[in-house]
Structure formats: structure tokens, C-alpha cells
């Protein structure tokens, strides 16, 4: 229950500091963060929880970290579904938050509220098939990042640093195209406020993340298994 509750706060810290800073600060007037700031956002969520949980749960905070973990033989299967589960809650909690600090001031329209989207709902247009390729492509390298800086090999002590850098690295590759997901719960949380396309559109971001993710863990398990 405690790396359940790990997750779950983990989580809802990724989707409100990374999809809060692309809400509430990306465009701000004259003093907007713009693409960058959003990704180093994300980054930043992702190391300041790999040390505040990591030695509680692992700090996954993405269930297709959990399944490309488990494909790498890194993670046991019955802690699998109770993970995805808690990082789901944990983003639609994060969501929820969002939400209401958003609608605090006047005039506020939900439009996209940071959910990923492709075709017309892509933030340079890019087309499904360009969207899927980036998803599958982004989350395969994040788990690869991912797998090697935990790896028992892997110098001790970095791993939230380079694995928060490489999440900053794929959104400022891949935000134009898709606002990034590589994480089916931050795509899940944002959806279920927009409803609507970002809810027809969900189904690639929580395929393509897991089929990327999938391919990893065993590529990276024939690369380097921990038995060596």
C-alpha cells in the first residue's frame, strides 16, 4: 500500500507540474515558458519525485514504465495492475487540481488543457501516423534511458538526474507533434476533462506508449540482463 500511495502522489505531481506548467504558464503574456519550459518541467517532476519515492516504489509514475519494466524482467507481474490503477488515480487526482486552479480565474476556457492530440488536435498538425511513430519512438528510448540508469552497473546515485533530463529531452523533440504523452495516465487524466476528441483520440496514447515501452524492456534484456 505504501508504493501504491508512492505512485499515486508521484504521479499526480508529474501531470500537475508538467501539465500545469503548459496550462497555467507556457503563454503567459510576455513572460510565457514557452515549449521549453514545459519540458524541463516535466523533467524536473520526474527527478524531484525519483528522490522524494524512488526508494519507496521505484518512482514509475507511468504505466508503461510498469510494463516495460515487468518486459525487462525488472518487475514482478503481480505488482503490475495495482501500479497502472494508482498512477491513473494519481493523474486524474493531478487533473482535478488543475482544473480548479485553472477555473480560479475569469474567463478561463478548458480548449486542450495539455491533452495529447494528433491531426487537427497536434500542436503543429501532425498527422496519426506521425503521432504513433513518436510515441512508440520517444517511449522506447525513455525506457531504455530508464533501464540502464537503474541498471546494477549504472553508476549509483544519477538516475533520477538522467532520467529526468531524458524526459525533458523527449518533450522538446516531440511536443510540437503530439504535446507528448509516452505516459498512458498523464494522457488518461487530461482526457477525462476535455472529453470529446481527446477522449476518441486516447486510444494511441495509451497503444503506442505500451507497445514502445514493451519493446524495450526486451531489447534492453538481450542488451543487458541483470544476471550478468
Excluded at 71 to 96: C, E, H, M, N, T
Excluded at 189 to 210: C, E, G, K, T
Aim: charged share 10%.
Amino acid at each position: 500500500m505504501k508504493k501504491l500511495i508512492a505512485e499515486c502522489i508521484g504521479t499526480s505531481w508529474l501531470v500537475i507540474g508538467g501539465c500545469g506548467s503548459a496550462i497555467l504558464a507556457a503563454a503567459y503574456p510576455e513572460l510565457g515558458i514557452g515549449f521549453a519550459g514545459v519540458a524541463l518541467a516535466f523533467g524536473l517532476t520526474v527527478v524531484t519525485m525519483a528522490y522524494a519515492i524512488g526508494h519507496i516504489s521505484g518512482c514509475h509514475l507511468n504505466p508503461a514504465v510498469s510494463i516495460g519494466l515487468w518486459a525487462g524482467g525488472r518487475f514482478s507481474k503481480k505488482d503490475l495492475l495495482p501500479y497502472i490503477v494508482a498512477q491513473i488515480i494519481g493523474g486524474i487526482i493531478g487533473a482535478g487540481v488543475l482544473y480548479v486552479i485553472a477555473t480560479g480565474k475569469p474567463g478561463f476556457e478548458l480548449g486542450g488543457f495539455a491533452a495529447n492530440g494528433y491531426g487537427a488536435h497536434s500542436p503543429g498538425g501532425y498527422s496519426m501516423q506521425a503521432a504513433l511513430v513518436t510515441e512508440v519512438v520517444m517511449t522506447f528510448m525513455f525506457l531504455i534511458i530508464i533501464m540502464g540508469a537503474t541498471h546494477t552497473k549504472a553508476a549509483k546515485g544519477f538516475a533520477g538526474l538522467s532520467i529526468g533530463l531524458g524526459l525533458t529531452l523527449i518533450h522538446l523533440i516531440s511536443i510540437p507533434v503530439t504535446n507528448t504523452s509516452v505516459n498512458p495516465a498523464r494522457s488518461i487524466s487530461q482526457a477525462v476533462f476535455v472529453q470529446d476528441w481527446a477522449i476518441d483520440q486516447l486510444w494511441l496514447f495509451i497503444l503506442a506508449p505500451i507497445i514502445g515501452a514493451l519493446l524495450a524492456g526486451i531489447v534492453y534484456k538481450k542488451m543487458s540482463p541483470e544476471t550478468e
